[in-house]
């Protein structure tokens, strides 16, 4: 599932008039960075949230054949946040784990990865699989601790310093089977308490990850690829 249902205040005015998962960044929406990333890696079977100027995003993206993708759109007509958003979506989204990556990031993370994770969560007691990234400058202080690969509600020391939740993560249906369809329930206060009861795993990607929350950090990330593509290197 790609989330792309968030409005985009401080992406104003830019957002004002296209979906935020529309704007582009070396050449292509970022929305398509992730479905091409996620059907290069074997996930095909797509769902996208949207609700801010969503039938945009259904109209630029379609049925998702030319991506090699099958994508299904949940229109949640107004925002329902994370957690609220993946409830509202869980028909389309089938009975075992699914991966959840959220549209206005950019990272290069093998998504190939959660397929081997998702079969080791559907085996486990976990409720979710979280992957954690280094703190970017907005976010010095994190979200969670990791420890081996558990993650924690803090850091346990000095030695395994509090890390940023990147926006992507597997999760299994039962986490959300309790949110009433359709209403608005954030996804952070689910992901503490089952850290709480330690049911939830993670892993440390050092790789290359951006949150593009603003159009300053769009413009660095669209710089960035056309100087990778220049090189060959995207």
């Not at 205040?9 to 050449?27: C, F, N, S, Y």
């Not at 395994?160 to 999760?171: D, E, K």
């Amino acid at each position: 599932m790609i989330l792309a249902a968030g409005r985009g205040e401080r992406m104003r005015p830019l957002t004002d008039h296209t979906p935020k998962p529309l704007l582009q960044a070396g050449g292509k929406p970022l929305i398509v960075w992730h479905i091409e990333r996620l059907v290069r890696a074997g996930i095909t079977d797509l769902v996208i949230n949207h609700a801010h100027l969503g039938k945009q995003i259904e109209q630029a993206l379609g049925d998702g054949s030319r991506y090699g993708a099958h994508i299904a759109y949940s229109d949640e007509g107004s925002a329902l946040e994370t957690a609220g958003g993946i409830a509202f979506a869980l028909p389309l989204l089938g009975d075992g784990p699914f991966a959840v990556v959220n549209g206005d990031i950019w990272c290069d993370y093998d998504f190939g990865a959660l397929l081997a994770r998702a079969a080791t969560l559907a085996a486990s007691d976990d409720m979710a699989h979280l992957v954690l990234v280094d703190n970017p400058e907005h976010n010095p202080k994190g979200d969670f601790g990791l420890h081996a690969d558990r993650v924690t509600n803090s850091a346990l020391s000095t030695q395994h310093a509090a890390l940023t939740f990147s926006g992507v993560g597997l999760y299994q249906p039962a986490l959300f089977t309790h949110i009433p369809r359709g209403s608005k329930a954030p996804l952070a206060p689910l992901l503490r308490e089952q850290i709480a009861l330690n049911r939830i795993s993670g892993e440390h990607h050092r790789g290359l990850w951006m949150d593009i929350g603003t159009p300053q950090r769009l413009d660095e990330l669209d710089k960035q690829l056309h100087a990778s593509q220049n090189a060959g290197h995207v």
